[in-house]
């Protein structure tokens, strides 16, 4: 199996450069509690419109205590936060020091860094479903098959045939392939492999950008697939959910100016150069998970899968030029999925003409895919299941409800096909 290119110099897991703007952000998060107090306190009160009738309510509160006690109330809760913040970067640093990614099994099939790994058990049968799982290109597959707690294996003791494609980080055959080549260079010769291999069709499950992936497989090979499952899958980038909606032209600019400054010195966009463009999507919410770590308010259980998704979240690997414009350029600056424009082997992706049943599910709590980002191509495809969930996008499918919740309504789905 060819090796991947060379990572990065060795370094902690939550690098230099991501680590900064995690202490940044949360710094000015926090600590201009205190200046904003003071300016309270003069009768300054600059409030998103939306937080007018909480302000009220807050000046009401403290009509009759004093001004300075206040202020100082403010700073040491502020202070006492940063600090629970900071404490739970230490303590994904030490957990992340001595914790191992999960040993996945040995590949059935592979081409250049990337291939299949197969979960069967014994109750599997000649007739038992074949299930093919896609992840996103952006991280490792592992976040499906984490120790103790795997949606893989849960599917396999089911009596499903599952097989999970791991991407690995590209290496020197994928460094021209856009999503559209992953696609056809890649993921379509497994489904014709694993196809050929079991005699049957194939349940092809997504996640993430692996559902925009396996939708336009699933539309290329209508005579080897039995259902489609999208998991957490975005669509429609010009949704008012979507934060990438809003961006101005100047930041799209600077992207693409970030992206040919990598086109002329380097082969693939590095890991944490894309987690920051994720990162400043949402800083409040990486603030909190962070800080709810460093307060120790979570059992010892939700603590250590946390931990285990974090390390994921932060193991992620380089991405292509082409891989990293679709995904941080063309899809969202010019929303040529919800356009129907996005092409793949010379043919538009158009989920209306889905052949199969397919199974969609959407986190009601997603802040990497919102729900309206889902919205517009489950109403597009013809024969659809929609669940939704109460989770975010990796807890969906890793976290502590996710055996109970999203696995069994999978499980109960391609059993039924």
């Not at 206040?70 to 600090?83: G, K, S």
């Not at 259902?227 to 990438?244: M, S």
């Not at 961006?247 to 894309?274: M, N, R, S």
Request: aromatic fraction near 10%; proline fraction near 9%.
């Amino acid at each position: 199996m060819p090796q991947p290119l060379p990572n990065l110099p060795s370094m902690p897991l939550l690098g230099p450069l991501l680590r900064v703007q995690y202490l940044q952000a949360a710094a000015m998060h926090y600590l201009s509690a205190a200046p904003a107090s003071t300016l309270w306190n003069h009768g300054w009160q600059p409030w998103n419109p939306l937080l007018k009738p909480q302000a009220e309510q807050l000046k009401n509160a403290l009509k009759n205590h004093n001004h300075l006690r206040f202020q100082e109330a403010v700073e040491q809760q502020a202070l006492q936060a940063y600090q629970a913040f900071a404490s739970g970067l230490m303590a994904f640093d030490a957990f992340a020091a001595q914790w191992q990614p999960p040993e996945l099994p040995a590949p059935v099939w592979e081409c250049e860094t990337t291939c299949l790994r197969p979960y069967q058990v014994r109750t599997s049968s000649a007739d038992s479903p074949v299930m093919l799982v896609v992840p996103s290109l952006i991280n490792r597959a592992y976040i499906l098959d984490m120790p103790g707690h795997s949606m893989m294996r849960h599917l396999a003791a089911a009596g499903i045939k599952t097989y999970l494609l791991d991407w690995n980080q590209p290496g020197a055959a994928e460094m021209a392939l856009d999503v559209a080549g992953y696609v056809t260079e890649r993921l379509e010769p497994v489904l014709a492999w694993l196809h050929a291999q079991t005699g049957r069709k194939v349940i092809l499950v997504g996640y993430c950008m692996g559902g925009m992936m396996a939708l336009a497989t699933a539309l290329h090979h209508t005579e080897k697939v039995a259902g489609l499952a999208l998991l957490a899958t975005p669509w429609d980038f010009h949704h008012p959910d979507v934060r990438l909606a809003s961006f101005p032209d100047v930041a799209w600019q600077g992207l693409d100016t970030l992206f040919a400054a990598h086109d002329e010195g380097a082969e693939c966009i590095a890991p944490e150069v894309t987690q920051s463009l994720f990162f400043w999507l949402h800083p409040g919410a990486v603030i909190e998970k962070y800080t709810r770590l460093g307060s120790h308010t979570t059992d010892a259980q939700d603590r250590e899968l946390f931990l285990a998704r974090e390390y994921w979240l932060h193991d992620a690997v380089p991405l292509t030029r082409g891989v990293a414009r679709d995904c941080f350029l063309y899809w969202p600056h010019e929303n040529r999925t919800g356009k129907n424009a996005w092409e793949v082997g010379g043919t538009p992706v158009k989920p209306e003409t889905l052949a199969c049943p397919a199974f969609m599910a959407i986190p009601e709590g997603d802040q990497v895919v919102p729900p309206g980002s889902s919205a517009l191509l489950a109403g597009k495809l013809p024969d659809v299941l929609v669940q939704h969930f109460p989770s975010g996008h990796i807890g969906m499918v890793a976290g502590r409800q996710a055996p109970d919740q999203l696995w069994k309504a999978l499980e109960k789905w391609a059993l039924s096909l």
